[in-house]
């Protein structure tokens, strides 16, 4: 049977994209490279360690006579942060990060087509080793899922050889945080309409203000209680409830 050599293979999975099929050209960058001459222009060095935690905007290069587009951000895995570098692909729809950067972290990696947890930028990504016979094994590629996720800007000014990339938080925590300023916004309507109702009852019946006093602290503080929950990273009556216990254990 005759081959057609014009058949698009990557058309047929379109639907069922695989992170282990996806390639890129990279002949003219190598771990060389990041090290050296794009570790200077970024003026980081290459997996070393990072003190930043967290930036809210980067600077970013064009590299080699391709025009490609390199970013430095800390990366965490097993509590340590170190700069590295990522080429910036938006064709790429995951983010891939080389064998090379695991070893300098001493981690090991045990299923080469799963998936694995870092923090880039002090956010977590699910990110993937390149393929085996791809053409960037070991280079970094920041994708789509990322920049998407994060709901960052990209600034490409080829004219000044300007590169910027700004964060602004993910799209779940745009919509969280304003669902929670309506929250408190409503709730504290409510708390003011209640205390209102109380003040027009107590007006007729003075001989009830002990009663509703001690009513009003007692949802004033569990007021503040829920705003509070609402913002700790662990669920607060659950903490209070087991510090309770542990007291009452020696009671």
Partial sequence: MIEDTNTDFFGLFDDN?????YDVILTDVSSKDLHE?????????????SPAGEFKEVYGIIYGKHNRIFVSLPVKVKREAKNVHFLVDTGSPSTYICEEVYKSFKATIWNTSSPHSVLINNKATQVFLPPVNSHFTDVNVLGMDYLNTYRT???IDLEN???????????????YQSYSLQYILGSVGEFILFGLVLLLIFRRMPYLFFFFSVVIVILFLLFFASIISDFMPFDFLSFYHKILGRANCFL
Avoid: V
């Avoid at 994209?17 to 099929?21: C, S």
């Avoid at 222009?41 to 290459?46: N, R, T, V």
């Fill in 153 to 155: 800007k990209l600034i």
């Fill in 17 to 21: 994209y695989f992170p282990n099929m």
């Fill in 161 to 175: 050889h300007y590169i910027s990339l700004s964060f602004f938080g993910s799209l779940e925590q745009t919509d």
């Fill in 37 to 49: 001459e794009i570790s200077d222009l970024l003026k980081a060095k290459y997996l070393t360690y």
